[in-house]
C-alpha cells in the first residue's frame, strides 16, 4: 500500500471509531513498523488531523472528541460490498431486523453520486448470493424482538416448546446466536432469573415491555 493511500486509511479508521487503538494494532492492520505508524500519524497531525495519544489502560491514538468530521464518502465498490451484504442478510434472514438494514443500505446509496449509483447497481447485478435461507419468522414477533434488543427492554413471549406445548415467558435478551438456518436468542428469565435460549422460529407472540421490571 502506498502511503498516501496508507494514510487515508489510517484517518478512516480512526474516524471509525473514538476510542483509542495502539500503534502496535494500527501496525498489524496496515502491514508495516511501529517506526512507519508513528510517522505516519505525525504527517496526519501535521495535516491538521487532531489526533491526541492517551496513555494507560484503554489508550492508545484516536481523534479530538470535539473534532466535527465530515460526510462519509463510499467508492462504487465499498457501497457496492455493503448493500450486497445487507441483501444478503435480509434474503437469507441471516439476522431477524431487516428493516434497519434496509435504512443503513439506503443510507450507504444516498452517500453516492448518481455516477457512483450507477455503478453501484452494474457491481451488484454481477453479485450472485447463496447460502441456507433462515426459518420464517412473523414479521410481529421480529419487529419486537429488534425493539426489544437495541433498547434494552423486556420481552413478554409465547413460545412453543411442541406443537401442542405454548409457554408463556417474561424475558431479556443477552445476546443473539445466528447458526445456519436457527436463530437462537440467549435471554434472562425474569421471572426464574435463570439463563434461557429460545430458537426464534419457536416464538409465536412478543410483545415488548413499556418498563422493564425490576
Known amino acids: 500500500m502506498r502511503k498516501k493511500s ?3 486509511a489510517i484517518a478512516e479508521a480512526l474516524r471509525a471509531r473514538r476510542t483509542g487503538v ?3 494494532q494500527l ?3 496496515f502491514g508495516v513498523t511501529l517506526r512507519t505508524i ?4 505525525e504527517a496526519l497531525q501535521d495535516a491538521g488531523m487532531p489526533i491526541r495519544a492517551d496513555r494507560g489502560r484503554g489508550g492508545g491514538y484516536a481523534l479530538d472528541k470535539n473534532y466535527q468530521l465530515p460526510p462519509i464518502n463510499f467508492t462504487a465498490r465499498e457501497a457496492a460490498l455493503l448493500v450486497a451484504l445487507s441483501r444478503l442478510a435480509i434474503e437469507q434472514r441471516l439476522i431477524p431486523f431487516p428493516r434497519a438494514i434496509e435504512k443503513a443500505a439506503d443510507k450507504v446509496r444516498a452517500a453516492l453520486t448518481t455516477s457512483a449509483q450507477r455503478e453501484l447497481l452494474a457491481l451488484i447485478g454481477e453479485l450472485q448470493l447463496v447460502g441456507v435461507p433462515a426459518l420464517p419468522i412473523p414479521t410481529s414477533v421480529r419487529d419486537a424482538i429488534e425493539t426489544a434488543w437495541f433498547e434494552s427492554r ?3 413471549i409465547i413460545y412453543a416448546k411442541s406443537a401442542w406445548q405454548m409457554s408463556p415467558r417474561l424475558v431479556r435478551i443477552r445476546n443473539l446466536v445466528f447458526d445456519r438456518s436457527i436463530t437462537l436468542l ?4 425474569l421471572e426464574t432469573g435463570q439463563d434461557r435460549q429460545f430458537r426464534l422460529d419457536r416464538i409465536k407472540q ?4 413499556d418498563s422493564n421490571p425490576s
Open 38 to 41: 508513528y510517522r505516519d500519524i
Open 22 to 24: 495502539t500503534a502496535s
Open 186 to 189: 440467549n435471554c434472562i428469565d
Open 27 to 29: 501496525a498489524e492492520r
Open 154 to 156: 423486556a420481552l413478554r
Open 6 to 8: 496508507r494514510l487515508f
Open 206 to 209: 412478543a410483545t415488548v415491555m
